[in-house]
């Protein structure tokens, strides 16, 4: 191309995007202080940087590019979003230190990202949640448990046990990640991103009837309180109502209740095997439903203590834990279909690819455009060692 003078037109430069270097940093875990230890800078050079008051020298920005493990495409584009998305609900934000809660909300955007990219190709399921009328400020227990009642009959789920809650839910919209948080005070966390709710699942969390009921819980957030500002002063309320919405979805009070017909140890591994809820669980569903009284609720504690099974209970290990497709099966499309090239993802989201394949679900290293990917001739296949 050339100019009107004849000569060679230039072409636009690339520029360093400052808000880019905060959205690198807060998604690798780093603060202020350590980023700028890192660096090899102050707190207040990095401060500059990310509001653009001042730009990193070339070795610096090398050196970002370094410890946060995006490539420079990161720094200088930034992806179409809807607008930001709203707080997320974290299970245990008094007990979360505030560098783990950035780094995760940047995930959960990435997510979206990733999902924006696979909308234009693929046709993710409609999102069909029920609308449901709450006021959490005013809102007691048997509102919680109508709108779970709610909910079920809006899914047309019945009254029995919920097996595969992360596949009922992605069918019905939903998009859920399941990846290592490094973070033992988080087990889930969940938000509406451009009209889609998003959950990430902790995936050092291993136990199936725990899992279960963290995603019922987030369910509660995404069915209770989309439009609620979280803040110091509803917290607890909130958490609460999630609480109380999980047990109600997980066991709806008539037909569990009908069920109880026992207070002992070895009856709540019964009602476990077929409920697919922790005993813990089951035990705080009764004494909420005045099945037990406080006598049984904690004679029934008094057991799992002396057993040692608080923690880890029976049966943990018999019920498989929730695992996302959506995602995975939607960029293995892209790819095995030649709809979109891995050098087109990386191109096109600028993400380090091993944050797109854990936020993905698909294996290590899948969509890396360096691996050479080798397969037997068809006449070798399998079938023909058999």
Not at 255 to 267: A, K, R, T, W
Not at 309 to 331: C, G, Y
Not at 341 to 357: F, H, K
Request: aromatic fraction near 8%.
């Amino acid at each position: 191309m050339r100019n009107e003078s004849g000569g060679a037109a230039e072409r636009p430069r690339a520029r360093l995007i400052p808000e880019r270097i905060k959205e690198a940093r807060e998604g690798r875990g780093f603060t202020l202080d350590t980023f700028a230890e890192a660096l090899g800078v102050t707190r207040q050079a990095v401060a500059q940087y990310e509001n653009g008051q001042i730009a990193p020298s070339g070795d610096v920005l090398g050196r970002i590019i370094s410890e946060t493990a995006q490539p420079l495409s990161f720094f200088t584009s930034v992806p179409a979003r809807a607008g930001e998305l709203r707080a997320p609900f974290w299970r245990s934000l008094k007990r979360m230190e505030q560098h783990h809660r950035r780094r995760i909300a940047r995930r959960l955007q990435w997510a979206a990202d990733i999902c924006a990219l696979v909308e234009r190709f693929v046709e993710l399921p409609s999102v069909d949640f029920p609308v449901i009328a709450f006021d959490p400020d005013v809102a007691d227990e048997e509102d919680i448990e109508r709108a779970a009642e709610a909910t079920r009959d809006h899914w047309g789920l019945g009254r029995g046990p919920i097996r595969d809650l992360a596949a009922l839910l992605e069918r019905k919209g939903a998009i859920i990640v399941r990846e290592p948080v490094a973070c033992e005070a988080m087990d889930a966390v969940s938000c509406w991103i451009y009209a889609r709710p998003f959950v990430l699942l902790s995936e050092e969390v291993i136990s199936g009837p725990r899992d279960i009921y963290n995603l019922a819980h987030e369910l509660g957030h995404v069915i209770l309180h989309a439009t609620v500002d979280l803040n110091s002063d509803n917290l607890d309320r909130i958490e609460k109502q999630a609480n109380r919405f999980a047990s109600a979805f997980l066991l709806p009070r008539e037909s569990f209740s009908n069920e109880v017909l026992g207070s002992s140890l070895g009856y709540f591994e019964t009602l476990k095997r077929r409920w697919g809820v922790s005993i813990a669980a089951m035990a705080y569903r009764c004494k909420d439903l005045d099945i037990f009284t406080d006598n049984q609720f904690s004679y029934l504690f008094k057991q799992m203590n002396w057993k040692r099974i608080r923690k880890v209970e029976p049966l943990d290990d018999a019920f498989p834990v929730n695992t996302p497709s959506v995602l995975a099966d939607s960029m293995r499309m892209l790819v095995e279909h030649g709809v979109y090239t891995r050098e087109q993802i990386e191109g096109s989201l600028a993400l380090n690819l091993a944050d797109v394949e854990s936020l993905c679900g698909v294996p290590r290293g899948y969509l890396d455009n360096r691996v050479v990917r080798l397969q037997l001739k068809r006449e070798f296949g399998p079938e023909s060692i058999a």
